[in-house]
């Protein structure tokens, strides 16, 4: 596995080793052990999500201020254009975003740690999202932070505007939401 820091060093982008031949390919999407030790990333996972979403479709920006997840997410079929939202007051990196694109094709996978807001946009026909969490979904402490937050800036890949769930359309502000310490 090949791991490379992004412009917020605690966000890692996740290569691993694909062996493909005229069968198609084999790789591993997850070991706990290659994880810690490449990574660093010890965290137990307990809960598996799988989501599937159409061209335009933007989720986010999510994250839970109790029980908060960290996220391991790769895509199966399509492709996003996936963001991290440093949320933690004390960080130096605060307010700060990070984007990478994960598809199928590059078979890439992202780490977010627990601190960010994560969202993402498809910008294929289709996609499908799996993501390991580290702790489990709890509605009642999801929050969301406004996708097109001004104060954040995320340029977003948009040819049009995005198809947005009726709790993305009432994120929060970054200056009124409930953050990290």
């Given at each position: 596995?090949?791991?490379?820091?992004?412009a917020?060093?605690?966000v890692?982008?996740?290569?691993?080793?694909?062996?493909?031949?005229?069968?198609?390919?084999?790789?591993?999407?997850?070991?706990?052990?290659?994880?810690?030790?490449?990574?660093?990333?010890?965290?137990?996972?307990?809960?598996?999500?799988?989501?599937?979403?159409a061209?335009?479709?933007?989720?986010?920006?999510?994250?839970?201020?109790?029980?908060?997840?960290?996220?391991?997410?790769?895509?199966?079929?399509?492709?996003?254009?996936?963001?991290?939202?440093?949320?933690?007051?004390?960080?130096?990196?605060?307010?700060?975003?990070?984007?990478?694109?994960?598809?199928?094709?590059?078979?890439?996978?992202?780490?977010?740690?627990?601190?960010?807001?994560?969202?993402?946009?498809?910008?294929?026909?289709?996609?499908?999202?799996?993501?390991?969490?580290?702790?489990?979904?709890?509605?009642?402490?999801?929050?969301?932070?406004?996708?097109?937050?001004?104060?954040?800036?995320?340029?977003?890949p948009?040819?049009?505007?995005?198809?947005?769930?009726?709790?993305d359309?009432?994120?929060?502000?970054?200056?009124?939401?409930?953050?990290?310490?």
């Open positions: 596995m090949n791991v490379i820091r992004t917020i060093p605690d890692l982008l996740l290569e691993p080793r694909v062996f493909g031949d005229e069968r198609g390919f084999f790789f591993e999407s997850y070991n706990q052990r290659t994880l810690a030790e490449k990574a660093g990333i010890a965290a137990p996972f307990v809960q598996d999500n799988h989501s599937r979403s061209r335009g479709v933007l989720r986010g920006l999510h994250y839970q201020i109790e029980q908060p997840q960290g996220k391991l997410v790769r895509v199966i079929a399509g492709a996003i254009f996936d963001v991290a939202v440093d949320i933690r007051r004390s960080s130096s990196t605060f307010g700060k975003w990070v984007s990478v694109e994960l598809s199928a094709a590059n078979k890439q996978m992202a780490w977010i740690p627990i601190g960010f807001a994560h969202g993402f946009l498809t910008l294929s026909d289709h996609a499908e999202v799996l993501y390991k969490t580290t702790d489990f979904w709890a509605p009642e402490h999801e929050r969301t932070i406004a996708w097109d937050d001004p104060a954040i800036g995320v340029v977003w948009l040819a049009s505007p995005p198809t947005l769930s009726d709790k359309r009432r994120g929060a502000r970054l200056g009124n939401a409930v953050l990290f310490p």
